[in-house]
Each structure stands twice: as structure tokens, then as C-alpha cells.
């Protein structure tokens, strides 16, 4: 059994920052990658970095610039730092893994439950 578990939201002024952190942890093999999701109120679920072991990173258009996505593979640890940040930002966050677990070996997706995030003045 993974878990992935999410912290580091809250309420922050427009302009502000905040960093993200989610942990993997359980019967892990290795993980291929980690990155963060987020939903706001009424709208779907979207990508907004991805971070491989080997350090290539995406973002969304919306973010770059302004958010940075890292970790740390020893600790199993993915990070996501948010500066600039603006109403639009306002979103529960989601981590996910691509991981393959130490029971099957097989690359499955892993989700945590989410923190949130409210920009507001």
C-alpha cells in the first residue's frame, strides 16, 4: 500500500507564497514520477507540474514563471514552491505518483487527498 500525503496550504494575499509539500510512503519499489494537480470550485481536475526522478519538469502555461516543482529522492518528497500567486490560483491541490510499488512492480498512479489553497485578499 503507497499513501501520498499533502501539506503546506492555506490562506495567502494575493502576491504571496506558499510551498507545497506531499511524502510517498508504504511498500514503494521506486517512483517514476511526482506532480501536482489542482481543482477548483466547479472545474475539472488539471495538471500543474510534473517532475521526474531524473529532474525534467513541466508546467502548465498558467504557472510558469511564477511556481517551481522539485524533490527530494531520498526522503520520497515532492515540492511545489508558489510565488506571484493570484486569486486564479485558488484550488485544492492534489499530489500524485507515478509509482511502482513493492508488491507487483507494476507503475501505478497514486493520489493524495488533496490540501487547499485560497488566495485572497
Known amino acids: 500500500q503507497v499513501q501520498l500525503v499533502e501539506s503546506g496550504g492555506g490562506l495567502v494575499q494575493p502576491g504571496g507564497s506558499l510551498r507545497l509539500s506531499c511524502a510517498a510512503s508504504g511498500s514503494i519499489y521506486s517512483i517514476i514520477a511526482m506532480g501536482w494537480y489542482r481543482q477548483a470550485p466547479g472545474k475539472q481536475r488539471d495538471l500543474v507540474a510534473t517532475i521526474t526522478t531524473g529532474a525534467n519538469t513541466n508546467y502548465a502555461d498558467s504557472v510558469k514563471g511564477r511556481f517551481t516543482v522539485s524533490r527530494d529522492n531520498a526522503k520520497n518528497t515532492v515540492y511545489l514552491q508558489m510565488n506571484s500567486l493570484k486569486p486564479e490560483d485558488t484550488a485544492v491541490y492534489y499530489c500524485?505518483?507515478?509509482?511502482?510499488?513493492?508488491?507487483?512492480?507494476?507503475?501505478?498512479?497514486?493520489w493524495g487527498k488533496g490540501t487547499l489553497v485560497t488566495v485572497s485578499s
Open positions: 500524485k505518483g507515478q509509482i511502482r510499488d513493492g508488491d507487483t512492480r507494476l507503475p501505478q498512479d497514486y
